[in-house]
């Protein structure tokens, strides 16, 4: 479909918002073809809706919502720069947009590769480089000290920004470095570790690597992996039925290994007070987690505890909350018992002053 767009992409376009056009190769063909997507889908949508198919119109409406959204980011005025801006690379219009205390994120489970799928809890890069983009500048450092299959070192890959990374589990380092491999360049860093994050330090400084702009990172959440929530087939039992990892190893450094609520909190802490020597004065620190629900049904408040106990050290400065829109729904206490399926995670951060 090559007809000319209606959407005209050099309307109210700055000189420097032309010149990143140009680097879309095929802007004009993308925005025909998205106009063509969207009008097959608006017509499903209303068929679907005049036949009182409420979900499918629903589902389609909802992809034309996205696929606007999209059309938006290439088309609108994306603000104006500023020489002054020492955090981000942001305009003031994109900085905006990411000060909301929240985002709706999923991840695209259709399409994932059989080892990103055997991870028990990654989180999507575009999480990753939605919060890269906004707390550091192009060229600058990322740490994550619980690596996982590296997400976070892909969302640096795409953002342009240096990666050190550390993941106990020997499988998920080495598939992480084979993931950034074939993106790799020759000016960006990437070094992916196999080891213990309680040895930061060592192995930052053994290194040679540069003082830290930015840590992301989601530790275990306690160990949650390791309790079946039981009664309803729960997707723990699903993954060990389709071979997947149900959770990261029995290592005794593994931090999901640690039974004791306080124990692990504490060991959380100790690994992330020590970074005030790695991390460059003012550097952000990022830590995603979630409140638990115990086999008993009480809910166990991790990350609001976390929060308190690692402000004693860096000053905690907001909280943002990921949402999952489209994550899988456990029918988990009917047809008796309230249990709410928990599709939000706390993303807290903290201010190394
Ligand atoms: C929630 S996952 C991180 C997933 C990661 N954000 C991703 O998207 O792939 C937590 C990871 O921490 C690792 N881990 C647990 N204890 C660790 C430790 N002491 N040092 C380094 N990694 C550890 C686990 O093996 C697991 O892969």
């Not at 104006?80 to 985002?103: A, I, Y």
């Not at 990753?128 to 707390?135: D, K, R, V």
Request: aromatic share 12%; glycine share 6%.
């Amino acid at each position: 479909m090559t007809q000319t767009p209606k959407f005209h992409a050099d309307k109210d376009l700055s000189d420097e918002e032309k010149s990143e056009k140009a680097l879309v190769p095929e802007f004009e063909k993308i925005i025909s073809l998205k106009e063509y997507e969207l009008e097959q889908t608006l017509k499903n949508a209303l068929d679907s809706f005049n036949n009182l198919n409420i979900a499918q119109s629903a589902k389609e409406f909802r992809k034309i919502a996205n696929d606007l959204k999209l059309m938006e980011l290439l088309i609108t005025d994306k603000g104006k720069h500023n020489n002054k801006n020492s955090l981000n690379d942001l305009t003031g219009k994109q900085w905006l947009q990411h000060t909301k205390s929240w985002v709706i994120i999923d991840g695209k489970s259709g399409d994932i590769s059989k080892q990103i799928k055997n991870h028990p809890a990654s989180y999507p890069p575009s999480l990753a480089e939605y919060f890269i983009s906004y707390f550091t500048k192009a060229g600058g450092w990322v740490f994550d000290p619980f690596m996982g299959i590296g997400s976070t070192a892909q969302a640096a890959l795409m953002t342009k920004r240096n990666c050190f990374g550390i993941e106990l589990n020997p499988e998920y380092a080495k598939f992480t470095r084979e993931r950034i491999q074939k993106s790799i360049d020759d000016i960006l860093k990437i070094n992916v570790f196999t080891g213990d994050s309680r040895k930061s330090f060592k192995i930052w400084k053994e290194n040679n690597i540069p003082p830290i702009d930015f840590v992301i990172t989601s530790p275990p959440y306690w160990n949650m992996l390791k309790k079946s929530r039981g009664g309803v087939k729960s997707k723990q039992k699903q993954r060990i039925e389709q071979g997947f990892d149900e959770d990261y190893g029995n290592s005794k450094f593994d931090l999901g290994n640690i039974d004791d609520l306080s124990q692990y909190l504490d060991s959380l802490v100790n690994i992330f007070k020590d970074f005030k020597k790695i991390l460059k004065p003012k550097a952000h620190i990022m830590i995603i987690l979630q409140n638990c629900r115990t086999k008993e049904g009480k809910m166990e408040p991790l990350a609001w505890n976390f929060a308190l106990k690692m402000g004693k050290h860096y000053k905690l400065l907001q909280e943002f909350i990921w949402l999952q829109d489209q994550k899988f729904m456990g029918i988990w206490g009917w047809p008796t018992t309230y249990v709410s399926n928990v599709h939000h995670h706390y993303c807290l951060v903290f201010q190394n002053l």
